[in-house]
DNA sequence: CCCGCCGAGAGGCACGTTTCTGCATGATCA
DNA sequence: TGATCATGCAGAAACGTGCCTCTCGGCGGG
């Protein structure tokens, strides 16, 4: 405002000459801008300037037009964005993050992506979990950036090549350099899976893999199992271990002894071998809970093997998202931790936090799971028509 | 503003100030740059004048000396770096891209994926050839963005906001709006999936579909099929459209009646009905090959229901990147479309075409299929002793 | 008649890099 | 002894937006 003084010095005196000379100076900057929009007709893309001049308005205008911003009178507005679609005019991601620090970009890291071999078992809740997140964040204007769980991956760090609003991080492991770098950059992490040791992330989303666990057991007990085997990972992850203590704590409570077999998750050929070493032992159960998607087919085979029949001589469960094992022979009993919803919930609680929406509800989110009951965990199955009250007396 | 004060007080005064006044508004610009790097002690991220500040440099020495670009003695080079890392300094990848006009992201397509049910069929073929194209990518220093096929999918066009090198779009449909916008910012476009029409793509990458149904068309009659049907889908994409036409052609060049069921194949459900259409027909088939990947399992059940054994009473044979076919009973013959090396291979083009590297071959790659052969496509199963030397006369 | 308000729009700085140009300083060479 | 040249670095112009500040004409009211 004290600038407005000058001007009106500048209108009582009639140096005028000097003004000139000033306002060229100061105009300089201006000036070579605006005289040189030869740039124009350079390969690619119109800006805002070419957009500018075409409509014969400012590029504060053009702006304040195409966001629906200033005060301006719905003609303008209209022939300003009429001029910006004939030109074929596209703002530039780049410079609006640029100006805005929002890129609208949502980082999704999977546990060791880059090297190729990662977590194959969880394959299909990867998948479901991703792609339910992908639309979730869709919806709200974002979208997804597939990032690996190594920081220093190729020659270039991709990560400081991208400029992130939020990170999704499943099942971050414990004390995770990503994670600890992002939040110290004042980057929002919400993880998929409650975060191990004392991982600062924003928010989390998880199941109640114990209660689930405790659930299945005492469902395959009610159905007639005295000795639950368990197929579980080498790994240390949080789902394998609460999974494998809740199957020990479940044990120790109903005077049964553990059962079980583990291999390293990551490796799909291991898991038939172990299916085939639960099911050789001395002590063979007489029901199995198997923590990964193909466990299911892969007990399933050994149990062929070994002539025993599935619901009679063994019952089955196993933790999937695949619809094959609704019509397997014969269908078997799945647990489902319900990506999709894990996905959602996920981006919302990020999105809420990149957009600063206060939230009612506490920053952890665990959401239900569901089994699927199907043949493999019934003694009578609904519509075979054998021997009609057997007692469930097992083996 | 106090400069503003102090400009009006020049402007009293004559002759010689007026000049200054013009270097000083001319100046302005530059003063207050250079005096007020104060935001430094802002939140968050310290940018690379700060580094240049306190490593005593210039900032053209900072981004030289981290971007191994200028000639510095290796001193200077080790200095800025460790100022750099003690800084916890991240370079702002917005204003990189802007600079320098490249995003290091590449986007990924799939079809209408925002809308929910997207071609749930592919769905194993899809993760396994993104998971490949994520590790291509990565390995040469780009990352994946998942974007939706259609480009206003919700409030904001998502296509817009971000900064892309190029797109990879999988099945891109007749004319697709999206990759023509594309390729007229001059953003280069490789599809998976032999592009329909004129689609002014890239290059492309496919299998010979043809071929591949040929080939297999050919195992199930060496391997005793007299009648063989086909489990097909009602959309019109490239990949239903060569393989119905492939199944066709062999049949008018054999003299088979063709024997086929169509149904919308993103309808989980109505694969397992049309597959028991398909041995329903009093036309009945001796060998079904499916075109989407659960149809082995439908037509699994399917047969089960109608007391057919397979492979003796029929052959099966489905198009599954599934693990799950290997030990189903009886495992199930598949074709692999092999989506990893097609994903390795679209990345591969795509980054050699925004890096212009020149191509000896053609911007067309067809990879080839694999038929993996299992017992439910022989008619001697290798390992069974049953009675020898039977004669494979259907029916 | 003057002051202030309001609508409509223009000017220009800042975001944080990369990079082109240019300026010293010593070393080499005719 | 100057001319040439490599070395080591600094200045500053873009890149294309968004937004804050300011101008200007018109108008109603004191």
């Known amino acids: 405002m004290p600038l407005g003084g000058c001007i009106c010095d500048r209108a009582n005196y009639p140096s005028e000459p000097y003004y000139r000379l000033a306002m060229t100076a100061a105009g300089k900057h201006q000036v070579s801008r605006t005289e040189t929009p030869r740039r124009n007709g350079r390969q690619g893309r119109a800006g805002i300037r070419d957009v500018a001049a075409a409509a014969g308005v400012s590029i504060t205008t053009v702006s304040d037009a195409l966001n629906g911003k200033g005060r301006l009178p719905e003609a303008t507005r209209r022939h300003v964005r009429e001029v910006a679609e004939r030109l074929g005019y596209r703002p530039s991601a780049a410079a609006r993050t640029l100006r805005t620090g929002k890129s609208g970009l949502i980082g999704l890291t999977v546990t060791t992506y880059g090297d190729e071999p990662f977590t194959f078992t969880e394959f299909a809740y990867f998948a479901e979990m991703a792609r339910a997140a992908t639309s979730a ?46 939040v110290r950059q004042g980057v929002p992490v919400v993880s998929d899976g409650r975060p191990a040791g004392s991982l600062p992330v924003t928010a989390w989303v998880d199941n109640d893999h114990r209660a689930a666990v405790l659930d299945l057991l ?5 159905a007639g199992a005295r000795r639950i085997g368990l197929l579980t990972g080498t790994t240390t992850d949080t789902y394998t271990r609460l999974s494998t203590t809740a199957y020990l704590h479940w044990c120790e409570r109903v005077g049964q002894d553990p059962v ?7 490796d799909p050929c291991a898991g038939a071998v172990a299916a085939d070493r639960l099911l050789a032992r001395p002590d063979r159960p007489d029901a ?10 892969d007990l399933l085979a050994a149990a062929r093997r070994y002539g ?8 089955l469960v196993c933790c999937s998202e695949s619809t094959v094992y609704a019509s397997t022979e014969p269908p078997i009993t799945t647990l489902s931790l319900k990506p999709r919803r894990i996905g959602t919930a996920v981006v919302q609680l990020l999105i809420d936090a990149i957009e600063g929406v206060e939230h009612d509800g506490p920053l952890e989110q665990v959401i239900p799971t569901e089994l699927i009951v199907r043949t493999s965990s019934q003694r009578r199955p609904p519509r075979t028509t054998v021997s009609a009250p057997r007692s469930p007396a097992g083996d």
Not at 260 to 266: G, N
Request: proline residues 8%; without cysteine.
């Open 137 to 182: 964040a869709l919806a709200r204007g974002y979208a997804l950036v597939i990032l690996p769980a190594t920081s220093r991956h190729s020659t270039v760090d991709v990560w400081s090549n991208v400029a992130l609003d939020g990170t999704v991080v499943i099942d971050p492991s414990d004390q995770d350099p990503v994670v600890t770098e992002l």
């Open 218 to 222: 005492d469902h395959l007990a009610a």
């Open 260 to 266: 079980y077999e583990s291999y390293p998750a990551h």
């Open 288 to 297: 199995v809970y198997g923590l990964f998607d193909p466990n299911g087919t």
């Open 308 to 315: 025993l029949r599935v619901p009679e001589d063994l019952l």
